[in-house]
């Protein structure tokens, strides 16, 4: 019996490799890692800046690599954005996913901090948001030669994170689970989340910084695999619900 799949997308800077610390726990599932042009299988094609124009790259890619209609999506940091919006974009083409899982931020929205616009910042000014984010490893950071490498990848990730104009956005009739860190800022605000959604509702808030996913893989698989459950079992509710009468 094949198994469902579980596309993944990732954050600001990262790529396929960036969710290698949780996959041996997704065993259930057969995880698809999405990655955005200019870096890692894809580090020879051009860099995208533009939401719309990722949120479109992800989505072919996706569409291309659909089996069946037993999926879901899980989206980290700028994932969490495109998961939503790549969501709605197969929604409207009528296959959407079972769920979608969605951490590292609180969700779109029309308060949003236009003076911590990553992408636009100096470079000493960059540096800094990065290390109080975390995620970006020290030697990378405090090496010239690999920061300057990274550089671009990451400012041009943030400038699709940070314009991506959902905040207006219609909701999607999909279950979403919001998860964030509990030193996140605003994280307070993590139940935005159900704004975007006129189906079920839930969301977790665990210990750690903005990439408190690394040290809770067990807590994610172990919801991302609740998220599925539920959803499937929902799914076959209303699919027997509209069975004709005999």
């Known amino acids: 019996m094949k198994k469902t799949q579980l596309f993944m997308l990732h954050f600001a800077g990262g790529n396929r490799y960036s969710f290698e610390f949780i996959k041996p726990l997704l065993g259930v599932f057969e995880v698809e890692v999405l990655e ?22 992800i989505f072919s890619q996706l569409s291309g690599k659909l089996e069946s ?6 989206g980290h940091s700028m994932g969490a954005y495109l998961t939503l919006k790549v969501a709605s974009m197969l929604e409207n083409k009528g296959t959407p996913p079972l769920a979608i899982i969605v951490s590292g931020n609180i969700g779109p ?4 901090n236009t003076n911590v616009m990553r992408h636009t910042m100096e470079k000493d000014q960059f540096i800094t948001e990065l290390e109080k984010l975390g995620g970006v490893p020290d030697e990378i950071i405090s090496n ?24 207006f956005h219609l909701p999607i009739n999909l279950p979403i689970f919001a998860i964030m860190g509990s030193q996140e800022d605003r994280v307070a605000e993590i139940n935005n989340w159900g704004r975007f959604t006129t189906s079920e509702f839930d969301s977790a808030v665990l210990e750690g910084n903005h990439f408190f996913i690394h040290h809770h893989a067990k807590k994610i698989a172990s919801i991302i695999k609740t998220c599925y459950g539920n959803a499937k079992n929902n799914f076959m509710f209303h699919e027997n619900r509209s069975l004709p009468e005999s």
């Open 144 to 167: 010239p030669e690999f920061f300057n490498y990274f550089e671009p990848i990451l400012r041009a990730d943030f400038e699709i994170a940070e314009n991506n104009e959902l905040e």
């Open 69 to 74: 209609p037993d999926f879901l999506i899980y």
């Open 109 to 112: 929205t029309t308060k949003r």
């Open 36 to 57: 955005l042009p200019g870096r890692g299988g894809r580090m020879n094609e051009k860099l995208i800046k533009d939401f719309e124009t990722a949120s479109y790259d």
